[in-house]
């Protein structure tokens, strides 16, 4: 096998060099899926809202997000940021605010295919009740499609998880670079690779099994 | 802050080329990598999305769900650093390739996955009715699969495959990883140089957005080519990037 040698690897390396990347990459994960998800809903909600202003923004915006690479992204809140608020900012501060903001855009679309899926006799019995839009959309809509859309939205947040190695373009120190870090100084850099692509594959899979389970149980109550 | 769009008519520094013409050839690249990696994922995606539905295999089936899940829960860059700086080490006769080869199948075996997802989903989709009718026409596995499922799987998941098409097309750029000379590998390049990154992102971004655009429009055209009348698809919803 070429020479290759995964046990150079050892508890000390991990906790010097793997694992503040690794919490950075999910600190960033759930931070990124929780923003996302706020921001994504309030753009959902101006796309749906029929008032032409927001609805045009909200397209804009989603479309736009969603029609450049998440690298560019980076890139782009990177130099902007500092521009913006005139002092410079770390890479590990400007991923977190480009995540959320890229996103939400995904986020967005979920939430609003979710709002789209509560049949519209909800929306008329919260009406018929005297509700207000804003207690409509809290009490009766948002937390139907929210928990309709909660696989969808999982997934999207393991996609997250693997985009979060994007960061690499801008230097922070996430979970790829901690291994990528440790490899070069102990000169086993592709062994390093491999560990890292188990690590995202355990994460990634052991995921995606949990939300298949959710879905399976979903399903069953509905 | 000024514009300066005059930067793209400077010289790069290579003699002769202006930053124009680099930003130009690096589309050239993002767009031959994305469209080499495109032809390996439709030919693997379909392949493994077959295998994932045949009816008496299980181990073919399988081992066609270990690709997908393989493939599909690595980040893209890792898989690329995988196949840039691990796999030539473990197969000495794999050094000579070029590393446009190496980003284009890690794209391509990437994208597979997923476009393994969206056939396997379309080919269980259709009504059973639809095989069993294969089977009464004495149809082979192969025969069934050939003129009955596939061709109305395939127009099903003709949404979805556009979409993956588009993200295909953005993924690529994470080929700079590998100093791939495509177009985010120039902007941080020219950004660098010239310190007029606005202008620079402004314009890659634009060529990112045409080319995404442009595969939209192709896609479009085809899924309207290859329309059976009558016949109205309802898209799914879409995730992911």
């Known amino acids: ?222 | 802050m000024a514009w300066d769009w005059q930067v793209f008519l400077n010289d790069d520094g290579s003699g002769g080329r202006t930053y124009l013409q680099w930003m130009m050839d690096a589309w050239g690249w993002t767009l031959s990598v994305a469209g080499s990696a495109w032809v390996i994922a439709m030919v693997v995606g379909a392949l493994i999305g077959t295998l994932r539905t045949l009816p008496n295999s299980p181990w073919l089936v399988r081992m066609a769900n270990v690709w997908v899940e393989l493939f599909r829960n690595i980040p893209l860059l890792v898989q690329i650093f995988l196949w840039y700086f691990v796999v030539p080490k473990i197969f000495p006769v794999m050094q000579g390739i070029p590393s446009f080869v190496l980003v284009v199948f890690a794209l391509g075996f990437f994208t597979s996955a997923r476009i393994a997802e969206q056939v396997r989903a379309g080919i269980q989709s259709l009504p059973k009715g639809q095989r069993y009718a294969g089977m009464a026409m004495g149809f082979t596995t192969t025969q069934t699969y050939r003129y009955v499922i596939l061709p109305m799987a395939f127009r099903i998941i003709l949404p979805p495959l556009t979409s993956e098409s588009m993200n295909l097309l953005k993924n690529s750029s994470v080929a700079f990883a590998v100093s791939i000379a495509e177009l985010t590998m120039f902007a941080m390049q020219a950004q660098e140089e010239t310190s007029r990154g606005i202008e620079i992102y402004i314009a890659v971004t634009g060529l990112y957005a045409i080319s995404a655009f442009a595969v939209n429009r192709a896609m479009a055209f085809v899924e309207k080519k290859v329309q059976i009348p009558g016949y109205v698809v309802a898209g799914g919803v879409g995730g992911g990037h």
């Not at chain 1, 503040?20 to 796309?47: E, H, Q």
């Not at chain 1, 804003?134 to 997250?160: C, E, H, K």
């Open chain 1, 1 to 222: 096998m070429g020479g290759l040698d995964l046990t150079f690897v050892s508890w000390d390396i991990i906790s010097k060099f793997v694992l503040g990347g690794f919490m950075f990459s999910v600190n960033l994960t759930i931070v990124a899926t929780l923003g996302g998800i706020l921001f994504g809903t309030v753009l959902a909600l101006m796309r749906l809202s029929g008032i032409k202003p927001l609805t045009l923004v909200a397209t804009f915006y989603v479309n736009g997000m969603r029609s450049v690479p998440l690298v560019m992204v980076i890139l782009w809140f990177f130099l902007l940021v500092p521009l913006i608020t005139g002092r410079p900012v770390g890479a590990e501060l400007s991923a977190t605010v480009t995540f959320i903001a890229f996103e939400a855009a995904y986020f967005s679309e979920i939430m609003r295919a979710g709002i789209q899926s509560i049949p519209r006799g909800q929306v008329h019995a919260g009406q018929a009740l005297g509700m207000t839009y804003s207690q409509n959309m809290r009490l009766v809509v948002l937390p139907q499609a929210f928990r309709n859309m909660l696989p969808v939205l999982l997934t999207q947040t393991i996609i997250l998880f693997q985009d979060t190695s994007l960061v690499y373009a801008i230097g922070a120190y996430d979970l790829l670079k901690g291994f990528v870090t440790a490899g070069k100084i102990y000169g086993r850099p592709e062994e390093a690779y491999i560990l890292a692509a188990i690590v995202y594959f355990a994460v990634c899979f052991g995921l995606s099994v949990l939300v298949k389970r959710l879905q399976n149980k979903i399903a069953i109550i509905r």
